[in-house]
């Protein structure tokens, strides 16, 4: 039921939603998230973002929490698409899309998505600033916080 993509190419909200969808009547809500690439980070101007995973482990990685989901909660199907590769200020990153019957559970499945997709899953991300520096983005206690709301799950 989940799509999961671990890709260099941008995505198309619209179309990946059509996909998802793919024309059923019994998808009553879709829960979403996109996350785009910033240009502040503690106080400096960012120039571009590069992204790092580890093929292979990355994908059954994101296979693990998007089945924890469709466990947790009554999906129709989920998608999760991480970009990799080098992103400028303003482009898309990641896409969640949780669809259910319901909205409170199309809702609730695309935050525990995003929230366990940004902890437990292998990416690196490197940072370009305008000052000539660079610097690897480090795991934040308030991601951390936001998943542990979850709980645990197996393989996370």
Same mark, same amino acid.
Not at 24 to 44: E, Q
């Given at each position: 039921?989940?799509? @999961?993509?671990?890709?260099?190419?941008?995505?198309?909200?619209?179309?990946?939603?059509?996909?998802?969808?793919?024309?059923?009547?019994?998808?009553?809500?879709?829960?979403?998230?996109?996350?785009? @690439?910033?240009?502040?980070?503690?106080?400096?101007?960012?120039?571009?973002?590069?992204?790092?995973?580890?093929?292979?482990?990355?994908?059954?990685?994101?296979?693990?929490?998007?089945?924890?989901?469709?466990?947790?909660?009554?999906?129709?199907?989920?998608?999760?698409?991480?970009?990799?590769?080098?992103?400028?200020?303003?482009?898309?990153? @990641?896409?969640?899309?949780?669809?259910?019957?319901?909205?409170?559970?199309?809702? /609730?499945?695309?935050?525990?998505?995003?929230?366990?997709?940004?902890?437990?899953?292998?990416?690196?991300?490197?940072? /370009?600033?305008?000052?000539?520096?660079?610097?690897? @983005?480090?795991?934040?206690?308030?991601?951390?916080?936001?998943?542990?709301?979850?709980?645990?799950?197996?393989?996370?």
């Amino acid at each position: 039921m989940a799509s @999961v993509r671990v890709q260099a190419a941008d995505f198309d909200i619209g179309a990946e939603t059509r996909a998802l969808t793919g024309g059923r009547a019994d998808i009553g809500a879709i829960g979403s998230f996109l996350g785009t @690439v910033r240009d502040i980070a503690g106080g400096r101007r960012i120039t571009a973002m590069t992204l790092e995973h580890y093929p292979g482990m990355t994908e059954r990685s994101m296979a693990r929490i998007a089945a924890e989901a469709e466990g947790r909660w009554p999906l129709l199907g989920c998608t999760l698409i991480h970009r990799i590769g080098r992103l400028l200020p303003g482009e898309n990153i @990641v896409l969640v899309l949780a669809a259910s019957p319901h909205r409170h559970a199309a809702l /609730e499945a695309a935050g525990f998505l995003i929230d366990w997709l940004k902890t437990a899953a292998p990416f690196w991300k490197m940072e /370009e600033f305008a000052d000539g520096g660079t610097g690897w @983005v480090e795991a934040r206690d308030t991601d951390g916080a936001a998943a542990a709301r979850w709980g645990t799950f197996p393989g996370a």
